[in-house]
């Protein structure tokens, strides 16, 4: 399609914590150096730069994506912040992979960052005015009761229990106990999660992710320089986003039709016919548990309906026939949104480069799917990697 | 193309009232820490300096804008700079008059990359850029590690 080829090079991830004594700028900092430095890169040679996070309104900094420049060393540099809600953490690397595959530069530092700890009392605050002024936010409505309503009509549509969405957050949990940068892991049961604390029936307080602060950051290189820095490249193969209206009223709550386009158009890019077979690892976004199993089949992994059998069945476990989330995703690393992607896109990258520690899956994969979602259930945005 | 404005009121329009309600405890940092505590403490300005490169910077950063290597390294600088630009301000920022005129500073420092803004405690007809200012701190006891621990600058 006349794209050059894009690798990833180099990582980097913050811990994920409720409260950092860092700053934005000195968590994108801190994201960046360890990825220069696992790419052998200096910041001269970075090129250009993308930057990913979510609304000003969580930091409490209008002009967000300037005032972290700094840390994401912007400064002076072709620079620029993109945003699609919580979908950012995988549209960041897809952002700068358009930088890199168009040949504007070889060389683009991807950042992303986001401190929620900020905003008080909470950010569901600020969450209120994502919500229609007229029509919906008389009623003071929180990011719960909306995902409430899907999680229930979604249960509904394939006559899902409790028990078969919960099984989501004790996968995920666990598996984040192996992650450094964990924020919430826990080797929770699934009577835990199904016995606490109810906010909104049919959610639990263990099935949702937590606020966060962190940051992530990758290197991105074109095919000459990659080949020169690392005989361990990672390729994106194929990119994907695509939106549906702010009225998300209108929208079948059971199926993402948006990260099915997204997903399709990735797909496509990455010659991949049959994502079920060709699929060895993926990190759907999960900052609910039932949004692990409603992206699974938004990306086609799994028939409509399946996902959840496919987890009872240890399917989708790190020794499963397709692992999901073996970084223990947003419900165990922890969410700080625009991080939250990127770090589910490097857990990909260790993934292939069987550089995952004691997360590592069996089997040396080579095809990886990331994908983030967001804003008012209407974005979809998704990575291929390959190695 | 123009438009016309087909209603001149604003009330005119239907309309819901509504607010973020939210409010923000911004965190110091860790340089940002280690500058207020000085402040606090010693009731001195302090510089970060860059060990690969030597940038010094203020305020102090855990990271070197030029080189991006790791700062740990602060430096004492005092409390005297020189006066980089200044301006008289009339209006707050809801568009009130002042009673009395504020008169505002870049200070910077020699050597140093970056400056800081704030309040001038000088006649105007006093003012010119490049003369040599000093911060004039509260009492150890009054000061609670934040900005307005310095109450100006003045004349040296
Ligand atoms: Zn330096």
């Known amino acids: 399609m006349g794209f050059r080829k894009v690798a990833i090079v180099g990582a980097g991830i913050t811990k994920f914590v409720r409260r950092a004594q860092e700053t934005g700028p000195e968590m994108s900092y801190l994201a960046s150096k360890t990825a220069l430095d696992q790419a052998g890169l200096k910041l001269k040679d970075v090129e250009m730069i993308t930057l990913g996070s979510a609304p000003d309104a969580f930091d409490g900094v209008h002009m967000k994506g300037e005032y972290l420049l700094s840390g994401a060393g912007g400064n002076n540099k072709p620079y620029i912040r993109n945003f699609v809600g919580g979908g950012t953490g995988v ?119 937590p606020a966060s602060d962190g940051a992530a950051a990758v290197v991105l290189a074109s095919e000459e320089v990659a080949k020169r820095l690392t005989d361990k490249p990672v390729w994106i193969d194929g990119v994907g986003w695509n939106l549906d209206t702010a009225y998300w009223a209108t929208k079948d709550l059971y199926y993402p039709r948006y990260v099915e386009k997204a997903a399709r158009m990735a797909y496509e890019m990455a010659g991949i016919t049959e994502p079920h077979k060709e699929i060895q690892v993926a990190e759907p976004y999960d900052p609910f548990d039932y949004k692990e199993l409603h992206h699974m089949e938004g990306l086609l992994l799994c028939e409509r309906g399946e996902a959840a059998r496919l987890t009872a069945e240890g399917f989708t476990a790190r020794t499963g026939n397709l692992p999901t989330c073996p970084s223990g995703g947003a419900l165990g690393v922890g969410n700080p949104i625009a991080a939250t992607g990127l770090m589910k896109v490097i857990e990909i990258f260790l993934q292939l480069r069987e550089e995952a520690g004691k997360r590592q899956i069996p089997g040396k994969p080579r095809v990886g799917v990331a994908q983030a979602w967001g804003d008012l259930m209407q974005v979809g945005t998704v990575i291929v990697l390959r190695r | 193309m123009s438009f016309k404005e087909s209603i001149q009121l604003n009330m005119e329009l239907s309309y819901f009232e509504g607010q973020i309600p939210v409010n923000y405890q911004y965190t110091l940092g860790v ?126």
Request: charged share 25%; with cysteine; net charge neutral.
């Open chain 2, 31 to 156: 340089a940002g820490t280690k500058f207020f505590e000085a402040l606090k403490q010693k009731g001195e300005f302090i510089a970060s300096v860059c060990s690969h490169c030597g940038l010094k910077t203020i305020y102090p950063l855990i990271y070197c804008e030029e080189c991006f290597n790791p700062i740990d390294t602060y430096l004492s600088i005092g409390l005297e700079g020189e006066l980089y630009s200044f301006t008289t301000c009339y209006l707050d920022y809801q568009g009130n008059r002042y009673d009395k005129p504020h008169v505002l500073g870049l200070i910077r420092f020699k050597g140093i990359k970056g400056g800081i803004i704030h309040r001038l405690n000088i006649d105007e007809k006093d003012l010119k850029l490049g003369m040599k200012v000093k911060a004039k701190l509260k009492p150890s006891k009054e000061r609670t590690g934040t900005i307005d621990d310095i109450m100006y600058f003045e004349k040296v």
């Open chain 1, 91 to 209: 549209f960041a690397p897809i952002h700068g992979w358009m930088h890199v595959a168009s040949g504007a530069c070889d060389v683009c530092l991807v950042v992303c960052s986001e401190k929620m700890s900020s905003c008080h009392p909470h950010p569901q605050g600020a969450f209120l005015t994502i919500f229609d002024h007229t029509t919906e936010q008389p009623l003071k409505p929180t990011l719960i009761w909306i995902f409430a309503l899907e999680m229930r009509r979604y249960m509904e549509t394939y006559g899902l229990s409790k028990a078969d969405i919960a099984r989501v957050a004790v996968k995920n949990k666990n598996n984040a106990l192996d992650h450094p940068s964990a924020q919430v892991a826990e080797a929770v049961t699934l009577d835990d999660v199904l016995n606490s604390e109810v906010l909104a029936e049919p959610v639990h307080r263990l099935d949702i992710s």
